[in-house]
């Protein structure tokens, strides 16, 4: 059974920073890329950024690069969302995802259970 | 950026009968677009993909169909598991990929 199992959510203050982790399994986690979205409360959806099956090739929407970093640890099975420079629009839910297949299809095939950030004074 | 918009936002139906939602691009994005369900306090769920392929595990019940920049989604019967808000997602703007607002189908 797939399985993508996240944490690090937290209240953080503008301009801190925060990591998010999620541990995969029930599939072979270095054969597919890795994608975070988000979902502010009553927003849409908005795709965040995505990793390569390798880890060697990133992607990121314009309004989080420079700020957050995504990264994998394929021998841990381990993604991870690196957070800097927080703002109150980043608030939202943080999903991890499992892209469809290792090419980067950009289909988001398997979603985590998600977890609250929430960036408040 | 490619925009998506849905509609109708609400659906209100009963369990057996069809239901039909619309996603419309701003731009064409060919037939890169998928569909997700998510139910309340749920993760989203991969349904469709490149406009009409059934992901795993996807009951038939469920079809799409489109290309360009109009797309549909059709739930033949519906059942009481379907009751959700429904997403699409297109891809063909690498990769600054964009999700539509939701369409919402409640219980009539």
């Known amino acids: 059974e797939v399985q993508l199992v996240q944490s690090g959510g937290a209240v953080v203050q503008p301009g801190g920073s925060l990591r998010l982790s999620c541990t995969g399994s029930g599939f072979p986690f270095d054969d597919y890329a890795m994608h975070w979205v988000r979902q502010a409360p009553g927003k849409r959806l908005e795709w965040v950024c995505l990793?390569?099956?390798?880890?060697?090739?990133?992607w990121y929407t314009d309004s989080v690069k420079g700020r957050f970093t995504i990264s994998r640890d394929n021998s841990d099975a381990s993604l991870y969302l690196q957070m800097n420079s927080l703002r109150t629009e980043d608030t939202a839910f943080y999903y991890c995802i499992k892209d469809l297949r290792k090419s980067n299809t950009g289909y988001l095939d398997f979603w985590g259970q998600g977890t609250l950030v929430t960036v408040s004074s | 950026e490619v925009v998506l918009t849905q509609s109708p936002a609400t659906l209100s139906l009963s369990p057996g009968e069809r239901a039909t939602l619309s996603c419309r691009a701003s731009?064409?994005?060919?037939?890169?677009l998928a569909w997700y369900q998510q139910k309340p306090g749920q993760s989203p769920r991969l349904l469709i993909y490149?406009?009409?392929n059934r992901a795993t595990g996807i009951p038939a019940r469920f079809s799409a169909s489109g290309s360009g920049t109009d797309f549909t989604l059709t739930i033949s019967s519906l059942e009481p598991e379907d009751f959700a808000v429904y997403y699409c997602q297109q891809r063909n703007d690498w990769p600054l990929f964009t999700f539509g607002p939701g369409t919402k189908l409640d219980l009539k």
């Open positions: 731009q064409s994005v060919s037939t890169y």
């Open positions: 990793i390569s099956w390798d880890g060697r090739r990133a």
């Open positions: 490149d406009t009409s």
